[in-house]
């Protein structure tokens, strides 16, 4: 990890769950990752090096859904799951709106987080479950900058699902090549520089 990164575990409630996080000025972005990963996935792509060299504040939560994520105990439990990522992004930045960037799970926690708190804009990444009733009864006071990033080889979510979306959403979709579900995996470069061009272009709004 970069000298500047803090590691350490976070208490909320009855949930333990290990942080990553570069607290510096500015507007936050937090990581969401996937069911089967934990805050691993953004360190094994240099992700979180990029943001502190950038001076990006940010922070990697290890989530209770995470099939491998370093928190306990674990819940699939929506409410649970928000609730540990708004006590901890009030905890670390207070009042700032933050960017989510969720993947996959991640990315459906990040929609149902974003309807409830104000948030500067969303990127999800192949985000599941998005046309559950409650959420599409919701999308309409959603009005936040969205980036949808989808992987052509993904076989978990389709193209149809998330071109859709992004009309609902009025969202910006980007389509990576050669890349499957966590599409980050594979154009982890690609992502670095959309991440970082969609958090500038929110800064200037």
Request: aromatic fraction near 10%.
């Amino acid at each position: 990890m970069g000298e500047g990164l803090r590691e350490e575990p976070y208490n909320i409630g009855k949930f333990r769950c290990r942080i990553i996080y570069n607290n510096v000025p500015g507007m936050p972005i937090v990581l969401l990752h996937g069911f089967r990963f934990s805050s691993d996935v953004w360190l094994r792509i240099n992700l979180l090096e990029f943001l502190e060299e950038n001076k990006i504040p940010f922070v990697a939560i290890d989530v209770p859904y995470g099939m491998s994520s370093k928190c306990s105990p674990k819940t699939r439990d929506t409410f649970e799951n928000i609730k540990v990522v708004r006590e901890v992004v009030k905890g670390l930045f207070g009042s700032s709106k933050p960017l989510l960037v969720g993947a996959s799970l991640g990315g459906y926690i990040a929609l149902k987080y974003s309807i409830e708190y104000p948030v500067a804009g969303l990127v999800l990444i192949a985000p599941v479950n998005v046309f559950e009733k409650d959420l599409v009864e919701r999308y309409g006071s959603l009005n936040t900058p969205v980036l949808i990033i989808w992987g052509e080889k993904d076989r978990v979510v389709s193209k149809d699902d998330m071109v859709k979306l992004s009309e609902i959403l009025d969202a910006q979709l980007i389509i990576y090549e050669n890349a499957g579900h966590a599409a980050y995996l594979d154009k982890p470069e690609d992502f670095k520089k959309n991440i970082i061009a969609f958090h500038k272009a929110l800064k200037l709004e």
